[in-house]
T-cell receptor, first 113, second 110 residues
């Protein structure tokens, strides 16, 4: 079946602009995660959605970052007033439940100029 | 914060050789997972080992877990050019969040 998809695959934006990143999880997966990966580093947890529960936003680095998820489907990660330090690959993952393997999308490479 | 730390940071081997990388972590875990990442994009799940397991195999992959030392190792046997990638360990410390290390970059030379 279809895997996790993300769009756009690449985004170049000017400092100060807002960006919206989209994630389509695997159908039926109740858990959805967003991570950030800076060049040459591991993944930083950003936010977690599980079904209709309140999301865990504890990893969001500032109030410029927000995310939404519609039911158990699409999620969007929004970064307002982008800064150069926001440049990274943003990865989305989904899983059938709250534990176990996560299935990753190809990521969105964000470059803030 | 990153709980897992991989060692070495980089590894270069000849095709056909074995590659071993290690992961150390700090807190107690429910399970530990290994992922592969090609070209800095999406990660692929390789193997999950639970805290009550000591060893697990999947094809050419062998993972060990020593909870007393808070460490794990990933062995890739008979390496191929297609194994060139970054490998990450990720720990599930009794919640749903995975903590990833910085990864080991493996280069397999033809």
């Amino acid at each position: 079946g279809a895997g996790v998809s993300q769009s756009p695959s690449n985004k170049v934006t000017e400092k100060g602009k807002d960006v919206e990143l989209r994630c389509d999880p695997i159908s039926g997966h109740t858990a959805l995660y967003w991570y950030r990966q800076r060049l040459g580093q591991g993944l930083e947890f950003l936010i977690y959605f599980q079904g209709n529960s309140a999301p865990d936003k504890s990893g969001l680095p500032s109030d410029r970052f927000s995310a939404e998820r519609t039911g158990e489907s699409v999620s969007t990660l929004t970064i307002q007033r982008t800064q150069q330090e926001d440049s990274a690959v943003y990865l989305c993952a989904s899983s059938p439940g709250a534990r176990g393997p996560q299935y990753f999308g190809p990521g969105t490479r964000l470059t803030v100029t | 914060s990153q709980q897992g730390e991989e060692d070495p940071q980089a590894l270069s081997i000849q095709e056909g050789e074995n590659a071993t990388m290690n992961c150390s972590y700090k807190t107690s875990i429910n399970n530990l997972q290994w992922y592969r990442q090609n070209s800095g994009r999406g990660l692929v799940h390789l193997i999950l080992i639970r805290s009550n397991e000591r060893e697990k195999h999947s094809g050419r992959l062998r993972v060990t877990l020593d909870t007393s030392k808070k460490s794990s190792s990933l062995l890739i046997t008979a390496s191929r050019a297609a194994d060139t990638a970054s490998y990450f360990c990720a720990t599930d410390a009794n919640d749903y969040k995975l903590s990833f290390g910085a990864g080991t970059t493996v280069t397999v030379r033809a």
